[in-house]
């Protein structure tokens, strides 16, 4: 194959990546913007939800699409459910401190982790796609007998990775939606305005934080289950989206939604394009390096404009 | 009796009891307090920076992993004998550390912790990608020819346990004296109330750059010593659990207390040592104990023991 057919391909695996990237970084950027605290445990919900689809998908039955459409419903209303308890057990008590929301969840992180370990195993499970066309995509090229459209091997994507896009866009806009259009959305945005003011204005601001911390997860469990018919279900698989997810929300702006987007597709799209041509832990160490720099150098992030 | 003669009595009791328990434990436990003993100085550096400095890293497995490379790699592939190769392994924690400091001191909070993450991670990617040297994931053993310091054998179960007191022992002394240095005294100070500490005329960048150096420096002391008296570097000694260990460690020993991290050791060591018998899944245990100090007792053992009882602890 020439340059531009991998390109392509690059672009289009790097575009699911991003698409389910932005939903998981969304939903820690919203946890970071309104509650003002880092959810280390993010990446354990992200794989909570990809093992409650493979649980529901595995016991449900019939055929694949049935047991993925129900995993896409609960999945993610299971572990907002377990993230509200956490909220109202854990950070609630320590205050929402932002240190020490922090050590209290990288213990939420070990204690999911084990406890999935030792209920669902250290296998790699996977979940069947609800439907799977393969889609070639054609290229043109300059042959004998001038251009020509031609058919390489190997060049093409699935009906469900197109799908996935679909949908993580949908779900974008619904939370862009809410955030910017209902009541909800209002008041989420007092409270990450000023706290106090909201509370004397009477909003339930503890409310508020427990539902928010209930939608990231959710966000985040909602993306696993859109990647794991792609991917495997396996309980050490949240550290990868968790280190994208700062890079995304630290590039883009901590707590600022289009700001996490527009990084999510730039890193995305980066991510795939940069494995090609290097090796993924080079491609890595760099990731790293950047979101060290940027947060030493420019911590409003690379989109966001600084506050005074 | 007063402050110093009760500390004096209490700390050197503790190597002194130490020192004794070598010539009674079973030869299990011997291995595991060797082990703890040096651990517990890598809680010591940490405990520098976290409890009496008030700086949360998330990144010193950097360090620790910065000294135990520091000297495996010069002992493996430039042929050092163990005593430079210790020095070397030292002076990489120095030079990482300073490295460190300049860049994440510029940021504070919550961008200081994940600042030390990230770099830690790419540390610790730089370890993997490296593999051809490193050995990665996988490490290697340092055999037992190279582990002679000073014609002593380090691999023999004695004389590594009185190698690793001997480590403890100076970290212990060293931060002691520390903290009841003037130096040691501004950085409790900058814990408590930067904006007044820095008003009142100190210099408070420098007096936490030198925090954090002094800290990574015995991290990475701990780090190759490690490597040293086990006879194996692996990356896993860089990865995030290694920075998440010695937080959790102070934390339940109590963080900006002496002897906190080598309670906090002792008692999470052998928490794990149990569960492991048990479980496949022990980190459950760290995870769980984490979230109850937090939850319960943010000060740690030694830190209740001293708001109850002892006042004067240092």
Known sequence: ?308 | MSVTTKTIALHGGLLVLLFALQFVLPAYHHGNLARIMVLASYAVGYNILFGYTGLLSLGHALFFAAGMYGMSLTIQHLGFSAAPALLAGIAAGVVVSMALALLALRTAGVAFMIVTLMFAQAGYLTILYFGEYTRGDEGFVIQQAQRMLWGIDLSQPTNRYFAALSLFATCLLASLWLIRHPFGKTLVAIRENEERVRMLGYNTFAHKLGAMVISGTISAAAGASYGLLFGYAGASFASVQYSIFPLLWVLLGGAGTVLGPFIGTLFMFYLIDLSSGITTAYMLIAGVVLVLLTLFAPQGLTGELRARIWRWLP
Do not use: C
Request: zero cysteines.
């Open chain 1, 1 to 308: 194959m020439d340059l531009g057919p991998y390109l392509i391909l690059a672009s289009l695996e790097g575009a699911v990546t991003a698409a389910v990237l932005a939903l998981t970084a969304v939903g820690l950027s919203l946890v970071f913007g309104v509650m003002r605290v880092v959810n280390i445990a993010h990446g354990e919900f992200f794989m909570l939800g990809a093992v409650i689809a493979w649980w529901i998908a595995h016991s449900m039955g019939g055929h694949p699409a049935i047991g993925f459409a129900v995993a896409l419903v609960v999945a993610p209303l299971i572990v907002g459910v377990i993230a509200v308890l956490a909220d109202m057990t854990i950070l609630k008590r320590v205050n929402y401190d932002p240190e020490r929301t922090i050590v209290a969840t990288i213990g939420l992180l070990y204690i999911i982790q084990q406890l999935t370990l030792m209920t669902y195993g250290p296998e790699a499970r996977p979940v069947e796609a609800p439907f799977n066309t393969r889609l070639a995509i054609p290229w043109f090229e300059h042959g004998e007998n001038g251009w020509q459209m031609i058919w390489p091997w190997g060049l093409g994507t699935t009906s469900y990775k197109l799908a996935v896009i679909g949908a993580a866009a949908g779900v974008l806009l619904g939370v862009w939606i809410l955030m910017t259009r209902t009541r909800a959305g209002l008041v989420m945005r007092a409270t990450q305005a000023d706290r106090d003011m909201a509370l004397a204005f009477g909003i339930p601001v503890e409310k508020v934080y427990a539902l928010v911390f209930g939608l990231g997860a959710a966000l985040a469990a909602l993306a696993a289950v859109l990647i794991v018919p792609i991917q495997q279900a396996h309980y050490l698989m949240g550290a990868d989206p968790l280190l994208l997810s700062f890079i995304v929300v630290i590039i883009g702006g901590l707590g600022s939604l289009p700001g996490t987007v527009l990084a999510a597709v730039l890193i995305g799209l980066s991510d795939g394009i940069i494995s090609v041509f290097f090796s993924p832990t080079l491609a890595k160490i760099l990731a790293t390096l950047l979101v060290g720099l940027v947060l030493v150098f420019r911590p409003q992030g690379l989109f966001g404009t600084r506050h005074s």
